[in-house]
């Protein structure tokens, strides 16, 4: 009988990202062990109850010695105090990735929390996901056919990049690789912004003593745009700081655009306005998820 590839694996942070890696994993017969770290009890026993985790970690010391891989699955701004007590711990043949949705901060604090051991951490970014969170919302198909986005080190040996993609290949995730400062400028147009946007409209809307009267006419254009609106406050605080850089210089891009339009608007340019749509339309019409 054929091997998993994995005996071992730790996750930290049970929720979607990582509830998720797990069940495909187990789905795929590719891991043996998965031993889970969390701040919330309820939702590591709720994940235990669910088959995504064999046994909820106690000792951080005695689970990452021996463990194959390391998933960090928490918000970015937690990862780097999690780098720093898991690193004294880490056997030689230990590798760590992560699901974090920014590259260049996670980098950073890799570098300066793993130190010597920074080769073993190869970064990734799953690019699914959904507004729901915790291990309720796991799915053992949430990564199939969708991209997952390598960002290796320097450091890394080729037999360790190789390994990590062989994780998230398993999954059924279609392996993509950028540099960290790539990745951070592609994100922060396509997926940073957007939610920015989406947060800041209905925060306006949350502010007026009208706000049930405009609610109560909105529609599938109000519910489309806004879906992302119902993501993680505090995942989505920690990504719009990590990326900060790069996401004003999107939003000053946002904003002249915005200017452009109510000029438009205001001198009743139509043929601007028009010009301006049909663009986009045709832009969005062309583009498909692949």
């Given at each position: 009988m054929t091997q998993p590839q994995f005996k071992k694996i730790v996750i930290f942070g049970v929720g979607l990202i990582g509830g998720s890696f797990a069940l495909a994993l187990r789905k795929a017969g590719a891991v043996n062990e998965v031993v889970g770290f969390g701040r919330s009890a309820a939702n590591l026993q709720?994940?235990?109850?669910?088959?995504?985790?064999d046994r909820i970690g106690e000792d951080i010391a005695?689970?990452?010695g021996d463990a194959d891989l390391v998933l960090l699955a928490t918000p970015v701004g937690q990862m780097a105090e999690l780098m720093a007590r898991i690193a004294p711990h880490l056997g030689p043949q230990t590798l760590i990735t992560d699901g974090g949705s920014t590259k260049s901060d996670v980098v950073r604090d890799a570098y300066a929390q793993l130190g010597s051991k920074v080769a073993q951490f190869v970064p990734a970014h799953p690019i699914a996901g959904a507004e729901q969170s915790g291990a309720a919302a796991a799915g053992a198909d949430l990564?199939?056919?969708?991209?997952?986005?390598?960002?290796?080190?320097?450091?890394n040996s080729p037999q360790s990049i190789a390994r990590?993609?062989?994780?998230?290949q398993a999954c059924g995730a279609n392996i993509h690789?950028?540099?960290?400062?790539?990745?951070?400028?592609?994100?922060?147009?396509?997926?940073?912004?957007?939610?920015?946007?989406?947060?800041?409209?209905?925060?306006d809307l949350a502010q007026?003593?009208?706000?049930?009267?405009?609610?109560?006419?909105?529609?599938?254009?109000?519910?489309?745009?806004?879906?992302?609106?119902?993501?993680?406050?505090?995942?989505?605080?920690?990504?719009?700081?990590?990326?900060?850089?790069?996401?004003?210089?999107?939003?000053?891009?946002y904003i002249?655009?915005?200017?452009?339009?109510?000029?438009?608007?205001?001198?009743?340019?139509?043929?601007?306005?028009?010009?301006?749509?049909?663009?986009?339309?045709?832009?969005?019409?062309?583009?498909?998820e692949k």
């Open positions: 709720h994940a235990r109850q669910l088959g995504i985790l005695a689970e990452v990564y199939v056919r969708k991209k997952v986005v390598l960002t290796p080190l320097p450091e990590v993609q062989a994780a998230w690789k950028l540099t960290h400062a790539e990745h951070d400028a592609v994100f922060a147009a396509v997926s940073h912004l957007p939610h920015l946007l989406s947060f800041a409209l209905v925060h007026r003593d009208n706000r049930d009267l405009l609610l109560s006419f909105a529609a599938s254009g109000f519910r489309d745009f806004t879906r992302i609106a119902a993501s993680s406050p505090e995942m989505w605080r920690d990504i719009c700081l990590a990326n900060r850089e790069a996401l004003l210089k999107e939003l000053k891009i002249a655009e915005l200017n452009q339009m109510s000029a438009a608007l205001a001198s009743g340019d139509a043929a601007q306005l028009e010009q301006t749509f049909h663009t986009a339309r045709e832009l969005r019409a062309g583009w498909t």
